[in-house]
């Protein structure tokens, strides 16, 4: 049985490469972000509201989830080489470019008004340590803010270097709080269930394990980020497992819950030498700061670099040196971070902010879990995960976002939702592929294997083969079968190319052209070309072979033929069309017609015409089915459908009408019925007055006999002085009268 994650090292190179190693590119501003001020300033009051026993439950959760998110990170990052951009970049390379920048774009700014979040704690700290010298913190904030901004800008090396004096600090700090003693006597509370709600004291606690995307960050400037990702981020996670895990046995030990809940410093009155405790807070206040102010910078540059921002923004791509420092970015976050300190309360979107950083884990958790459902040849991680801890990690995430604060998630989703859609209307094209097309792919293949070949009146509708030929010739076929779908049935568009006109290398090509060019004229259409000597053959061949398991054309439209030296090879298509169970539709334009109904529909009430005459059975009710799907498509909402019948005899006209009448509120499909008396006049002579102001003119077609040609040609010559035609002949062994509901 395999192991539920695992990692292979890659094999060392003895090439060296220009870069961070794991320990400062990762595990240290990794670490540092864990170990931050809630820590110091909010620990004391978790385990005092919640007990010892409560304290390990909330350690242990809150970590759970953290570790879930890292070995997600670690699987993603150990399948491909991550660049610059760190989260964004993993993102987007596996949910797409729209996901990563709906993502990327909030993250940004996230961390970039961090910096001034982390600077206002610091100068807050820095008062109240000396409130005699009546300090100003606005200008403590400033003067931290310019100092950081100096020192990631001067060079990511050297705000990686400041960062190992300020781990220094922070662990004297921790050795002195270790090596304390007992501030009282105490009277040890195990679990505590009568002061702030455990789900409350859980959400203050839990931003205090979000710092792994300090190390993840940092990836476009590690030496081997395959290797050091994984390492670094599941050492940091470890480290801050092991240090929050210990700390609240010391401080159940040495103070009474009390205590611990008024005095938010009570970390200082145990260590062995309190000013230690302050050095930490500024530490950690410190080392946040400068982690944020080095990855903000290289996530907006990463965005910049792939076409996410405006095109006039695209030099916040650019890089420096021979490190690609995102130098203009880190002066664009620095001007972002001063501007905040200014405002100087950031309590109202601190909430957001911490929503950010969850949401971004929350998607990392998604990346990882379908890349391990779908297990593409593609996804081959060294650090193997099983799915099931990332999608865990998910929920996970998503559980403690409302949580925290049910606004803030709710804000935050409108915020990343809205981004989404603003990045996906700019059509953005993306030089790599991501795993959406492999979740389609299952999700047909699912679909494709639960369909049956049984016929399902309860949920037909016509799924088109046009054999239109060339598009641009004869785009009213197109036109004709998305107003009968409305992007909810499938259309193919399909010509039949002489043999030897194109192999296959070049066949493909012309269908990509055709693809854009429908997509170009907001058609989504499935394009199918073949080759064949003989074009009937080929259509013949075409739709006895064309389609996916049950997932076949049930409807073929094509145009009406206007050679008479090829009427009966077209008829006998249509007849092979019939006899393989396939409803066929011919559209016969009028060449004379003075207007166009497709543009003018829209300014005028379109008129619909259904010729009743063979019954509830097969072609009757197939065209009231399909004007009633034409009328239900936006463009046609206001048609009218007139379904008309022609009687012999004057005795006969009232009861037809009540019939026809009957079949109309019956069907609920909105139609007017009309019963015509004949007086000696013949169809053709009642149907050209009848019908010559119509828009769409429905006639049925005759089942092919020996026949159907004459036939055929008799119902082109009825209508040659009409409007636009839609002959339809159904498929003989299916109930469309049970489409439209009847019993």
Known sequence: MKSLFQFSPPAKQTNKKKGLETFGGVYTPSTLTILGVIMYLRFGWVVGNAGLMGAFLIVILANSITFFTALSVCAIATDRVIRTGGAYYMISRSLGIETGGAVGIPLYFAQALSV???????????????????LNQLYIALVV??????????????????????????????????????????????????KEPFWAVFAVFFPAVTGIMAGVNMSGDLRDPIRSLPIGTLAAVGTGFLIYITLPIFLAMRANGSTLIAEPLIMQRMALWGPAISVGVWGATLSSAIGSILGAPRILQALARDGILPSWMRFLGQGSGPDDEPKIGTLVTFVIALAAVCIGDLNLIAPILTMFFLTTYLVLNISAG???????????????????????????????????????????????????????????????????????????????????????????????????????????????????????????????????????????????????????????????????????????????????????PNTILLGDSQQTSHRERYCQMI?????????????????????????????????????WSGGRQGNGSLMLVLAYLLCSNPQWRKGKIHLKLVVTEESAVKEAQHN??????????????????????????????????????????????????????????????????IFVLAAPEFNFHEVLGEN
């Open 116 to 134: 001034a979040l982390y600077t206002i704690g610091f100068a807050e700290s820095v008062v109240a340590a000396f409130p005699l010298l009546n």
């Open 145 to 194: 803010t310019v100092g950081v901004g100096i020192i990631s800008i001067t060079s990511a090396k050297i705000a990686i270097k400041a960062q190992y004096f300020i781990m220094a600090a922070i662990a004297l700090s921790l050795l002195s709080f270790y090596f304390g003693y007992p501030v009282e006597e105490v009277n040890m509370e195990m679990w505590v269930t009568d």
């Open 370 to 552: 379908v890349e391990g459902v779908l297990n593409s040849p593609s996804f081959r991680p060294s650090f193997k995960v099983h799915w099931i801890f990332s999608w865990l990690g998910a929920i996970g995430c998503l559980g403690v976002m409302f949580l925290i604060d049910t606004i803030a998630t709710c804000v935050a989703g409108v915020v990343v939702i809205s981004i989404y859609f603003w990045v996906r209307q700019r059509e953005l094209s993306a030089t790599w592929g991501d795993v959406r097309r492999g979740v389609w792919m299952a999700i047909l293949r699912m679909a494709i294997l639960q369909t049956d070949h049984t016929n399902d009146t309860k949920n037909w509708r016509p799924q088109f083969l046009v054999l239109s030929g060339a598009p641009t010739k004869r785009w009213p076929l197109i036109q004709l079968a998305q107003a009968l779908t409305y992007n909810r049935g499938l259309i193919t568009v399909s010509s039949v190319l002489p043999v030897g006109s194109r192999d296959v290398a070049r066949q493909a090509i012309l269908e990509k052209r055709i693809r854009d060019y429908l997509q170009r004229r907001g058609v989504k259409a499935l394009v199918r070309l073949v080759t064949a000597p003989d074009p009937f053959d080929g259509a013949e061949r075409l739709v006895e072979t064309y389609g996916l398991g049950s997932i076949v």
């Open 575 to 611: 007849a092979n069309f019939h006899k393989a169970q396939r409803n066929v539709i011919v559209l016969r334009e009028n060449p004379d017609l003075l207007y166009n109904p497709w543009k003018e529909s829209k300014n005028r009430r379109c008129h619909i015409d259904v010729w």
């Open 660 to 725: 026809l009448s009957k079949l109309v509120q019956d069907l609920r499909i909105g139609a007017t019925s009309e019963v015509i008396l004949s007086n000696g006049r013949s169809f053709t002579t009642i149907l050209e007055q009848s019908s010559i102001g119509a828009d769409f003119v429905f006639l049925g077609m005759p089942s092919p006999d020996k026949s159907f040609v004459p036939n055929y040609e008799k119902l082109q010559q009825w209508t040659k002085a009409l409007p636009t035609i």
